[in-house]
């Protein structure tokens, strides 16, 4: 029977991946929305196609973050301890953009527009950056004593193996942005969307092939070969996809390898949730840093109950707002592009 430890441990995982998938193409169009709209009213339609969406994909961090400080306390502690300047430049991040995308359509101003567009830009990018790094920092090591206390610096969080995680999860970003953009929008833009897709397809698909060869160096013999094999079949499927105009598979593909990558790092990191690079005698892992059992059974009730119910009303929400977005309908919506709807049917 699966432990309770294990069992949250697996939960976790579920929604960071769950996370990177979905908020993921919304970090991409935050960033490409400036590349593939020429225009003010093309920029604009770019991010009605997130509006219905990005609030409610950023809950799944939100949730991912609780989970873990309550299943994990010990973890949670010491991870937020040792990287609580990048989680801050997160946290700064992540309000840059959310206010940016209420705010950036409330004056008519030249100014005003380009502030918060820039902010929604490196809002977009910093988060999926800096989240990689703390995630390739779990894997890789940071300095950690016998009291499971962090004893680096910032330079520390710095690590080959984090930097390249970050890249990665920002590139992979961005192709599934992408992808998003050539399902969701009309006309020059959804045309522009595909070209940036078939851009960016080849240095997010080497970058994802040496992200996978390097954690399972990391991780060693214990690397389950399938992850391997769905690593290669998204790099090798997603240019032929994208070139052939297959927007929903190529966005298939695209939450694929972003899903593959990050499930990856987490199982490279079992039965370890932090490693220590100190002394492997201090790693934090699923049995000395989780809750007692009594707290474990009474969230897993909670979970089985809620979760569902979750995921239904998440999945309901983008059945409604399935259509693309209309042409030429963000220059005339009254309503801020965070907030406005669609009609145009899919074609």
């Not at 990050?262 to 100190?278: E, G, K, W």
Request: cysteine-free; hydrophobic content about 55%.
């Amino acid at each position: 029977m699966l432990a309770l430890h294990t069992l949250w441990f697996v939960v976790i995982v579920f929604f960071w991946t769950g996370f990177f998938v979905l908020e993921g193409f919304d970090f991409g169009v935050g960033v490409l929305h400036v590349i593939v709209g020429r225009t003010s009213e093309e920029r604009a339609e770019a991010l009605e196609s997130i509006g219905p969406f990005w609030d409610g994909n950023e809950v799944w961090l939100i949730v991912a973050g609780a989970a873990t400080f309550a299943a994990f306390p010990g973890w949670y502690a010491t991870m937020f301890s040792s990287l609580y300047l990048a989680l801050l430049l997160v946290l700064a991040a992540l309000m840059a953009r959310g206010v940016a995308l209420e705010f950036q359509s409330k004056l008519d101003n030249p100014r005003w527009r380009r502030a918060w567009t820039w902010a929604t830009v490196i809002g977009s990018a910093l988060v999926p950056l800096l989240l990689g790094v703390g995630l390739g920092d779990l894997l890789h090591g940071l300095p950690i004593n016998s009291s499971h206390e962090f004893t680096g610096n910032f330079f520390d969080l710095l690590t080959p193996y984090g930097l390249w995680t970050g890249l990665t999860l920002l590139l992979l970003s961005l192709l599934h942005g992408a992808t998003f953009l050539m399902l969701k929008t009309t006309g020059e833009l959804r045309e522009r969307s595909a070209a940036a897709a078939r851009t960016l397809v080849w240095p997010a698909a080497v970058a994802m092939l040496a992200f996978v060869i390097w954690t399972r160096a990391i991780a060693g013999p214990h690397f389950p070969s399938p992850l391997i094999a769905l690593a290669a079949i998204a790099i090798l499927a997603a240019p032929y996809l994208i070139s052939t105009q297959h927007p929903g598979w190529a966005f298939a593909t695209s939450a694929a390898g972003m899903a593959t990558a990050v499930v990856s790092i987490f199982v490279a990191l079992y039965p370890n949730v932090m490693v220590s690079s100190t002394n492997a005698a201090y790693n934090l892992t699923v049995s000395n840093s989780s809750s007692a059992k009594y707290a474990l059974t009474v969230m897993t009730v909670v979970a089985i109950l809620f979760t569902p119910l979750v995921l239904l009303y998440q999945g309901w929400s983008y059945h409604v707002f399935r259509a693309r977005v209309g042409r030429g309908k963000a220059a005339v919506d009254p309503q801020p592009p965070a907030t406005a709807a669609t009609t145009e049917p899919t074609g």
